[in-house]
C-alpha cells in the first residue's frame, strides 16, 4: 500500500490497484489547533456544513506525511502511517491472531497483579494474550471488598445483567441456575438467551477449600474450525439455522434467537452459543431437523471431549478472564461438605478491552 500524487490529486494505490482519495476525505481530517481540541480529538467544526466541491491547492508528500493545503485556506499536516492504517480497514485487536489450542495447552501464561497494574505495560500484554487464546489468568488480585468491580471497571465498565452489577458463585438452596450448585457443568457459554451477548466474563475465585470444582476452559474457535474441517454439512448447518434460547426465572424472561456458530461479513468466525439446556430448535423439515441434530450432537461430542478441554484449580486471588463469544467454560463436580468454594464473576463488553489495550499501546508507544 502506498500514497502517491499527480496533478494536485492523491492516490491511493494497493495490490495493483490505484484509486483517487476524494478531497472531502482529506479536508473533513484537517487537525490543525483551529480545527481539532487536542484533549477529546474532537472536531471543532462541523464537515456537513463544508462546501461539497472541496479542492485541493498545494500538495507535498515525504516519506512519512502527506501535507495538504486546500482553496478554502485550510491546512493539514496529515501521517502517512494514519491514512493506510485506516484504508486497511482492520483495528489493533484483529491484527492479534487467535492460537488454536487444545488439551496439550499447559503452561498458560499467568500475570500477577499489583498496584496500578492496569495501567502498566504488563496489562498490554496481558490483553494481547487474553486475544490470542480467548482467556488470562490475573494472580494475587485482592479478594475483599467485592474488589472484582474494582477490577472490571478499572478496565471497562460492568455490564449489568439480572444476577445484578456481579454476582456470587457457590451453593446455595433453591437457585435460579445451574451454577450456583455443587454439580458438574459442563462446556458451556453464559447467556446465549441475551441479546447481545455479554462478550467477556470475569470469575474470581475468594475460596476454594474443596478437592473437586476444577475449572474447565474449551476454544470453541479451536472445535469449529475442526467441525468445519471434518465435516463440513455440520458446520453449515450450525452456520444457518437459528434456535431459540431461554432463560426464566420468578422475575425475568429473557430469549434470543442465533445461530450455534456466528459468522462475520467475510464468513469468519466470529461467536459461538453452547447451552443446551437452555436451547429450543425451530420446527423445520424432518431431513433437515436430521442434519441439525446431528450436527449438535457432533458439536457437543467435541466441546465434551479430554482432547479439546483443560482443567485447572483457581486458588483464592486467581481471576479469570475469558472471552465468552469464543470460549466454553465448566466445573468438575465437588462435594459442598469438604469446605466453602466461592467465586465472584461480571461480565464487561469488548469495548473495555479494545479501548484499554489501545490506550496502552499509544501510552508506551507499542
Known sequence: MKIELKNKKVFFENKGSKKEIHPFWLRERVNGDNFVDKGTQQRLFDPTELKENIEIDNLN??????????????????????????????NEVEHINKVEWNSTLKN?????????????????KALVNFYQYGFVIFKKVPTKNNFIVNFANSIGSIRRTNFGEFFNVKSKPNPNDLAYTSLPLAPHTDN?????????????????????GFSTLV???TVTQKLKKDFLDYYKILTEV??????????????????????????????????????????????????FYSARKKISE????????IEFKLSPGDLLMMDNHRLLHGRTTYDANEGNRFLQGCYI??????????HLKRKYNL
Open 192 to 212: 446465549p438467551y441475551r441479546n447481545p451477548v455479554p462478550c467477556i466474563q470475569m470469575l474470581h475465585c475468594i475460596e476454594n477449600e474443596v478437592s473437586g
Open 242 to 291: 437459528k434456535v431459540r434460547f431461554q432463560f426464566i426465572d420468578q422475575s425475568v424472561v429473557l430469549e434470543d434467537w442465533a445461530e450455534m456458530i456466528r459468522l462475520d461479513d467475510d464468513g469468519k468466525f466470529k461467536q459461538v452459543r453452547f447451552s443446551p439446556r437452555l436451547d429450543f430448535v425451530p420446527l423445520m423439515d424432518k431431513e433437515k431437523l436430521e442434519l
Open 302 to 309: 467435541l466441546y465434551n471431549s479430554d482432547k479439546f478441554r
Open 219 to 221: 476454544d470453541g474457535y
Open 349 to 358: 463488553d469488548y469495548d473495555s478491552t479494545e479501548g484499554k489495550l489501545k
Open 61 to 90: 508528500l515525504s516519506k512519512d506525511f502527506l501535507e495538504v493545503t486546500f482553496k478554502d485556506g485550510a491546512y493539514t499536516k496529515l501521517a502517512i502511517q494514519n491514512i493506510l492504517k485506516e484504508f486497511s480497514n482492520i
Open 108 to 124: 498458560f501464561i499467568n500475570f500477577e497483579f499489583k498496584d496500578n497494574f492496569c495501567e502498566e505495560k504488563q496489562m498490554y
